[in-house]
């Protein structure tokens, strides 16, 4: 166990975790889009800043991926925490105007326009959520993150169509900004703001295609054959 202080409240919390866990075990709101506990820390929203002492002075880190240590001191929300999460939120609003947590998290700090020219649609923050659980949880690697830059995007690997989606619905039901929106169409399954297909094959569990008899844009029958 270690002994650290957030605002001003000493707490001893158990080695070997992040700030972010620390703050929500304890009661401390800190806002997130990229970090599930099922999938660990991944440090690409950058919404869950805080500021820490540190030897060189104040600084700003990622609490879902900054360990904790004896001593340390960190607030959650102040001046300059609450102005770079301002500044990272008028940046998601710009590129995705479409997504309704960003908006709701945005009004939390008293933003409802942005600065910065926005997209004409979108959703899709590039937190990798979706990549991350379709292979660590499903273990299916159905979709991954590539190019770079502006040009970063969701796809199946290499931009090709896959038989390797067994449509478990996973990355639908864990993206936070509801970015993904699968649709079957004969066993055909086209999911995401990436306009790739994907052609589903047999549950390794039931040993059934997950979309037989399903309306086009109908899921729910198989997700709940899943659970």
């Not at 700030?19 to 929203?45: D, R």
């Not at 199946?156 to 639908?172: F, M, N, R």
Request: net charge neutral.
């Amino acid at each position: 166990m270690v002994n650290i202080n957030i605002n001003g409240q000493d707490l001893t919390v158990r080695e070997n975790c992040t700030i972010l866990e620390a703050a929500l075990i304890n009661g401390f709101y800190i806002p997130t889009l990229c970090y599930h506990e099922a999938l660990g820390f991944y440090g690409a929203c950058r919404i869950c800043v805080v500021e820490i002492a540190a030897p060189r002075g104040q600084i700003l880190v990622a609490s879902c991926a900054y360990p904790v240590s004896e001593g340390l001191i960190v607030k959650t929300d102040s001046e300059r925490v609450i102005n770079a999460r301002k500044l990272i939120l008028e940046l998601l609003l710009a590129d995705c105007p479409d997504a309704e947590i960003i908006k709701i998290m945005a009004a939390r700090y008293g933003l409802i326009e942005t600065r910065f020219p926005p997209e004409e649609e979108g959703k899709c923050i590039l937190c990798g959520i979706c990549v991350r659980a379709c292979h660590n949880l499903v273990g299916a690697g159905a979709i991954s993150l590539i190019k770079r830059g502006k040009n970063k995007a969701v796809s199946p690997p290499y931009e090709s169509v896959t038989s390797a989606c067994i449509s478990c619905g996973t990355c639908e039901t864990m993206c936070p900004t509801r970015a993904i929106d699968i649709k079957v169409f004969d066993r055909i399954k086209s999911l995401h703001e990436y306009e790739g297909r994907f052609h589903t094959q047999r549950c390794n569990i039931c040993s059934k295609y997950h979309v037989d008899n399903e309306k086009p844009g109908s899921v729910n029958n198989w997700i709940e054959e899943l659970q």
